[in-house]
Each structure stands twice: as structure tokens, then as C-alpha cells.
């Protein structure tokens, strides 16, 4: 008998990523707008504006992961408040349109064979995620939907982490008890928030900029 029944996983930064750099998404951005070059010094200062405000308090309390109008909008007003419109004008809206498409997401390269595993295991899966737009086809176009059981989207159940409603979302439809369910993720802040609704959490470190995510050490946990 394994010690857990379910092991739900936080999306973005656990089970996936936005493909290359910040920086590498401005240049991209930029030239769907028709820009050739962005000075470079400017955009790495620009996308580390966008990493010191993004995980605030501030802006997790503007309801970004509520809706996907309010989405769109926090988001884009994060750009260009960090200066994307003062690197090109309309570069703001292109980027977040190219942040949302699943073909800018990529799975760490550990992610596939530990929802395998898991899954061989007889373990129940789910995917727990604040979120405003729908992970699910970046889900299955990085091959981890045939492992996955069920996906709670903040945006769907109207609330988000670290309040008990997501992960007691996911426990009911995965028919598991809460203290049966392992939650990954890694957040404090947020996914902290199954403890309190009676799951137990596993915190990842920030992830390296290439290599393993760290998922392996779930499966001796399980």
C-alpha cells in the first residue's frame, strides 16, 4: 500500500515552463510586432522588473487567476508598468498573447516520466493551478495529459490558492480523502495552503535554468 493515494502538482514552474528566457520571449514578441532588435541591456532590465513584482502580494491581490479578462488585464498592465511599451509600443498585449499559447510551454524534462510512474503506481493525479487561461492544451501537447486525472484551474472554481476549495476540489473528484493526498508544488505561499486543508506538501526549490525539475523525489515520498 503506497502512503499516499493522490499526488495533485502545481502547474507553472512545477510540471511546466515558459520556453527559454524572458528575455527570449520580448525578442519574440517584439517581432511579431515587426521590431528587428531590442537594445539588450534594456530588456533583461525590463523582464527583471516583471520577476520582482509578479509574485508580490500586491499583484496576487489584483484577481489575475480569477478570470481570464482579468487576466489579460493584470498581466499586460504588469508589462507595461516594467517598461515593454517603452521598449516598442503594443508590445505589452503581444507578449502576454504569446505567454498564454500553449506552444510557448514546455515540460522540465523529469515531469513526463514521474506522472508515469506515479500513474503505473496505481496513484491518482491531479493538477491544481491558480490561473486565468486554460493550461490543459499545453497539458496534452507536452504529453502529460494521458497521466493526469483531473485539472483545477482558479479560474473555473472562482478562488485560489492557498484557500482549501482547489485541493478539496481535486480530492473529491479524484475520490481520495485529503490527508490520502500529496500536493507538489512550488510556492509557499500558495501551495502551503493544503496543509491547512488537510493534505500534506512537498516545496520545490526554484528551478535551475536547464536540467531535472527535482520530480523524482516524489516517487520516494510516495
Not at 496576487?60 to 480569477?66: P, Q
Not at 507536452?142 to 480530492?171: Q, W
Request: aromatic share 6%.
Amino acid at each position: 500500500m503506497t502512503q499516499f493515494d493522490a499526488v495533485l502538482f502545481d502547474a507553472g514552474d512545477t510540471l511546466i515552463r515558459l520556453t527559454g528566457s524572458g528575455e527570449t520571449l520580448l525578442h519574440r514578441a517584439a517581432a511579431a510586432l515587426g521590431v528587428d532588435r531590442l537594445d539588450p541591456d534594456e530588456v533583461a532590465r525590463v523582464w527583471r522588473r516583471v520577476l520582482e513584482r509578479a509574485g508580490t502580494a500586491e499583484e496576487l491581490a489584483k484577481g489575475r487567476d480569477l478570470s481570464p479578462e482579468r487576466h489579460r488585464e493584470v498581466w499586460t498592465a504588469l508589462y507595461d508598468t516594467a517598461g515593454c511599451e517603452k521598449l516598442a509600443p503594443g508590445l505589452s498585449g503581444h507578449l502576454y498573447a504569446l505567454t498564454v499559447r500553449a506552444e510557448s510551454w514546455e515540460a522540465f524534462p523529469d515531469s513526463v516520466d514521474t506522472l508515469r510512474s506515479l500513474h503505473e503506481r496505481g496513484v491518482r493525479i491531479g493538477v491544481v493551478s491558480d490561473t486565468g487561461f486554460d493550461l490543459r492544451p499545453a497539458l496534452e501537447l507536452r504529453g502529460l495529459s494521458p497521466f493526469v486525472d483531473t485539472v483545477v484551474m482558479s479560474y473555473e472554481c472562482g478562488v485560489c490558492k492557498p484557500a482549501a476549495t482547489p485541493f478539496l476540489i481535486a480530492c473529491e473528484r479524484l475520490g481520495v480523502a485529503p490527508e490520502r493526498a500529496l500536493m507538489v508544488g512550488d510556492n509557499p505561499l500558495t501551495d502551503s495552503g493544503a496543509v491547512a486543508a488537510g493534505l500534506y506538501a512537498f516545496l520545490l526549490p526554484p528551478a535551475a535554468a536547464a536540467g531535472p525539475r527535482g520530480l523524482r523525489h516524489v516517487l520516494a515520498l510516495v
